[in-house]
């Protein structure tokens, strides 16, 4: 795998009488992705310590990682710089001070990380920001497909970061003996990062396919010297020949060769594992990718990626010979239970965030309102959910206080929102579960999570129904009776399910979805929404709504029709989160909101499966359209149901 040639002198040792002997080395590579200002174990949502989560506790799991191995390189790969309100505190509220070190980063450092690369979170704050935080890394940080906008011939355009980095490492070998090796380490973001946050991004920084990058950097890497390349792609796996432009096209850049192992990210998924036993390209066996040795390592610092390669240095140079990819976890979940921590705190990370942490106990505390009832996101994929209710109702209110003017057209206002925290790949700790009564900065943070701002775009009647077409491919086809299917599809990020305030409709499962998880719009399906009315009349297909959105989904997240830079007719500097507090806050209390905005068509003989929060029982009595029964804990620690669509 290994192509660079070296002479004989340089590739391989000699015994006294002249015969040349082949070293054998062994390499462990360790990596966390996704960590999103997960520092500590904590929890701030709800305010409780976390024995899932936090860098302190992966840091520990690093060095254990090490002991076990001499040769080692220790890596992160994107999203590290956002996720928690211990990151909004630093980038909204106390800043970055001059000589002072993001805490993220400060962690980082403490850690051991030795290269990392970009996500896409970490444009969230902004590139001035961004550019400030990473002054403080004692780490190469590498990008090879962002770009700096060229100023004349594009093919003169820089590189927002140096691309990739040539470590010069001493390594030892299976007989003592030491070794020169020379590591290229390269990196790779999602190119959409420009358009999700275009407001804050546009004209700052362009993004390029990542394998048209690839294959324009990786002979640079091997020309200057790499004996060994190592691709850091904050990327899902994709599919062996994504298209151009692909978010997710880590397996296309193993299968396109050039690389001898691959940290997959972005999707906050786990490679090797069984998840992946029936994607084409992937080996969980192996842990391979297109037969590159390959992991992906969850996300918010629950795992580390281990990638153990055995070398060989012979007179042709250095060549892989074996491979083994592992997942190591910070903390396990016996028999379906609450998790429990397996590893301690590193002592070093712990102690650099702990004023931070406080800070920001401290700031999201803040009182902002009261709620007359629960709000919970156990059950957002069975009916409206009051979470994204609320907030599709703040969307509105501000748009109605503030933005409506001669400068704006002057069309029916409809709202979209969905539940950002609904489980899946998060865990059964990751729902929105707020009790009436007092509410506080933090559980704004809860109910919106991100850092987006509200955009409006005007839409069809027409592309209404697509776009909620579009969200009900969540769901899987469940047909006439069909029992105990599974209710989601898995590749379906849930943040995508939107449901719009203003409109109300029935969804059909016994159809197949009209578009693919990935946004590609199916031939011959005749698709799911059913009965969309508006004020109670149906839509006509070329009647134009003024729909309310993040600035996410108004640039084209999630493949919806009808968004686009060129539908957008407003783009707001205020956060969703902070219209959303503003909301609560004008008010005396807020009243529950409970919505008929759509619900399940009928399908006799039906029914399907959903695990979910685990305490989800007060939540059943408030859906009134589908019987629920409880199936028990899984153990994974989600609350098992039955849905019955008859």
Same mark, same amino acid.
């Given at each position: 795998?290994?192509?660079?040639?070296?002479?004989?002198?340089?590739?391989?040792?000699?015994?006294?009488?002249?015969?040349?002997?082949?070293?054998?080395?062994?390499?462990?590579?360790?990596?966390?992705?996704?960590?999103?200002?997960?520092?500590?174990?904590?929890?701030?949502?709800?305010?409780?310590?976390?024995?899932?989560?936090?860098?302190?506790?992966?840091?520990?799991?690093?060095?254990?990682?090490?002991?076990?191995?001499? #040769?080692?390189?220790?890596?992160?790969?994107?999203?590290?710089?956002?996720?928690?309100?211990? @990151?909004?505190?630093?980038?909204?509220?106390?800043?970055?001070?001059?000589?002072?070190?993001?805490?993220?980063?400060?962690?980082?450092?403490? %850690?051991?990380?030795?290269?990392?690369?970009?996500?896409?979170?970490?444009? #969230? /704050?902004?590139?001035?920001?961004?550019?400030?935080?990473?002054?403080?890394?004692?780490?190469?940080?590498?990008?090879?497909?962002?770009?700096?906008? @060229?100023?004349?011939?594009?093919? =003169?355009?820089?590189?927002?970061?140096?691309?990739?980095?040539?470590?010069?490492?001493?390594?030892?070998?299976?007989?003592?003996?030491?070794?020169?090796?020379?590591?290229?380490?390269?990196?790779?973001?999602?190119?959409?990062?420009?358009?999700?946050?275009?407001?804050?991004?546009?004209?700052?920084?362009?993004? =390029?396919?990542?394998?048209?990058?690839?294959?324009?950097?990786?002979?640079?890497?091997?020309?200057?010297? %790499?004996?060994?390349?190592?691709?850091?792609?904050?990327?899902?796996?994709?599919?062996?020949?994504? !298209?151009?432009?692909?978010?997710?096209? @880590?397996?296309?850049?193993?299968?396109?060769?050039?690389?001898?192992?691959?940290?997959?990210?972005?999707?906050?998924?786990?490679?090797?594992?069984?998840?992946?036993?029936?994607?084409?390209?992937?080996?969980? &066996?192996?842990?391979? &990718?297109?037969?590159?040795?390959?992991?992906?390592?969850?996300?918010?610092?629950?795992?580390?990626?281990?990638?153990?390669?055995?070398?060989?240095?012979?007179?042709?140079? $250095?060549?892989?010979?074996?491979? +083994?990819?592992?997942?190591?976890?910070?903390?396990?979940?016996?028999?379906?239970?609450?998790?429990?921590?397996?590893?301690?705190?590193?002592?070093?990370?712990?102690?650099? %965030?702990?004023?931070?942490?406080?800070?920001?106990?401290?700031?999201?505390?803040?009182?902002?309102?009261?709620?007359?009832?629960?709000?919970?996101?156990?059950?957002?994929?069975?009916?409206?959910?009051?979470? @994204?209710?609320?907030?599709?109702?703040?969307?509105? $209110?501000?748009?109605?206080?503030?933005?409506?003017?001669?400068?704006?057209?002057?069309?029916?206002?409809?709202?979209?929102?969905?539940?950002?925290?609904?489980?899946?790949?998060?865990?059964?700790?990751?729902?929105?579960?707020?009790?009436?009564?007092?509410?506080? $900065?933090?559980?704004?943070?809860?109910?919106?999570?991100?850092?987006?701002?509200?955009?409006?775009?005007?839409?069809?009647?027409?592309?209404?129904?697509?776009?909620?077409?579009? &969200?009900?491919?969540?769901?899987?086809?469940?047909?006439?009776?069909?029992?105990?299917?599974?209710?989601?599809? %898995?590749?379906?990020?849930? /943040? #995508?399910?939107?449901?719009?305030?203003?409109?109300?409709?029935?969804?059909?499962?016994?159809?197949?979805?009209?578009?693919?998880?990935?946004?590609?719009?199916?031939?011959?399906?005749?698709?799911?929404?059913?009965?969309?009315?508006?004020?109670?009349?149906?839509?006509?297909?070329?009647?134009?709504?003024?729909?309310?959105?993040?600035?996410?989904?108004?640039?084209?997240?999630? =493949?919806?029709?009808?968004?686009?830079?060129?539908?957008?007719?407003?783009?707001?500097?205020?956060? #969703?989160?902070?219209?959303?507090?503003?909301?609560?806050?004008?008010?005396?209390?807020?009243?529950?909101?409970?919505?008929?905005? $759509?619900?399940? +068509?009928?399908?006799?003989?039906?029914?399907?499966?959903?695990?979910?929060?685990?305490?989800?029982?007060?939540?059943?009595?408030?859906?009134?359209?589908?019987?629920?029964?409880?199936?028990?804990?899984?153990?994974?620690?989600? !609350?098992?149901?039955?849905?019955?669509?008859?």
């Amino acid at each position: 795998m290994c192509d660079v040639m070296r002479t004989e002198s340089e590739a391989s040792e000699k015994t006294s009488d002249g015969t040349s002997v082949t070293a054998k080395v062994h390499l462990r590579l360790l990596c966390v992705t996704d960590l999103h200002a997960h520092v500590l174990p904590y929890n701030y949502y709800i305010n409780q310590r976390s024995e899932s989560v936090g860098l302190a506790r992966t840091a520990s799991l690093i060095r254990a990682a090490k002991k076990d191995a001499g #040769n080692t390189l220790v890596l992160d790969n994107g999203d590290f710089l956002q996720g928690t309100p211990l @990151a909004d505190y630093v980038a909204e509220t106390s800043g970055l001070p001059p000589g002072s070190v993001h805490p993220v980063i400060s962690a980082m450092n403490a %850690a051991g990380i030795e290269v990392g690369t970009l996500g896409n979170h970490e444009f #969230n /704050y902004g590139l001035p920001f961004l550019e400030r935080s990473l002054e403080g890394a004692a780490f190469p940080i590498v990008s090879a497909n962002v770009f700096r906008p @060229a100023r004349g011939n594009r093919r =003169q355009r820089e590189t927002l970061l140096s691309p990739y980095v040539v470590l010069n490492r001493k390594v030892q070998d299976t007989a003592g003996r030491e070794h020169p090796l020379r590591i290229g380490v390269i990196g790779f973001a999602p190119p959409q990062l420009v358009e999700w946050d275009s407001a804050l991004l546009a004209g700052q920084i362009e993004t =390029q396919d990542i394998r048209e990058s690839a294959r324009h950097m990786l002979p640079r890497l091997r020309a200057e010297g %790499a004996d060994l390349v190592v691709a850091l792609c904050h990327s899902g796996f994709g599919s062996l020949d994504p !298209q151009q432009g692909a978010e997710n096209a @880590a397996l296309g850049l193993a299968q396109d060769g050039g690389i001898d192992a691959l940290f997959a990210g972005h999707a906050h998924l786990v490679f090797p594992s069984a998840d992946f036993a029936s994607q084409p390209g992937l080996d969980i &066996a192996a842990g391979t &990718a297109a037969g590159v040795p390959a992991v992906m390592a969850g996300a918010n610092g629950s795992q580390l990626g281990i990638i153990d390669l055995q070398l060989k240095k012979t007179p042709q140079g $250095w060549s892989v010979g074996s491979s +083994a990819s592992s997942i190591a976890y910070i903390a396990e979940r016996p028999d379906g239970q609450s998790p429990v921590g397996k590893v301690g705190c590193d002592p070093a990370v712990k102690a650099d %965030a702990l004023d931070t942490h406080r800070a920001t106990l401290v700031h999201i505390q803040r009182p902002i309102g009261r709620i007359e009832a629960p709000l919970s996101s156990a059950l957002s994929v069975v009916a409206p959910c009051p979470c @994204a209710s609320l907030i599709a109702h703040a969307q509105k $209110w501000y748009f109605e206080q503030h933005l409506t003017g001669p400068t704006l057209p002057s069309l029916p206002i409809l709202s979209a929102a969905a539940s950002f925290k609904t489980g899946g790949r998060g865990g059964p700790e990751n729902y929105t579960d707020i009790p009436p009564g007092p509410l506080s $900065w933090r559980h704004a943070s809860d109910l919106y999570p991100f850092p987006n701002r509200l955009c409006a775009v005007v839409v069809t009647g027409a592309e209404l129904i697509l776009w909620l077409e579009r &969200a009900a491919g969540i769901f899987n086809k469940i047909g006439e009776g069909d029992t105990d299917c599974d209710l989601l599809d %898995a590749e379906f990020p849930p /943040y #995508n399910f939107d449901q719009i305030i203003g409109l109300n409709y029935i969804i059909d499962l016994s159809q197949p979805a009209l578009f693919s998880p990935d946004g590609k719009k199916r031939a011959g399906t005749k698709g799911r929404i059913q009965q969309l009315r508006y004020k109670g009349k149906q839509p006509h297909p070329d009647e134009q709504f003024l729909v309310l959105t993040n600035d996410y989904r108004a640039n084209g997240g999630g =493949q919806f029709p009808g968004t686009g830079p060129e539908r957008m007719v407003y783009t707001s500097a205020v956060l #969703n989160r902070d219209i959303l507090i503003s909301y609560i806050e004008s008010a005396t209390s807020v009243p529950l909101i409970k919505e008929d905005t $759509w619900r399940f +068509a009928p399908v006799s003989g039906a029914s399907a499966l959903l695990d979910t929060h685990p305490r989800v029982d007060a939540d059943l009595r408030r859906i009134d359209h589908v019987r629920l029964d409880r199936l028990g804990m899984t153990d994974g620690g989600f !609350q098992r149901l039955r849905i019955y669509l008859a």
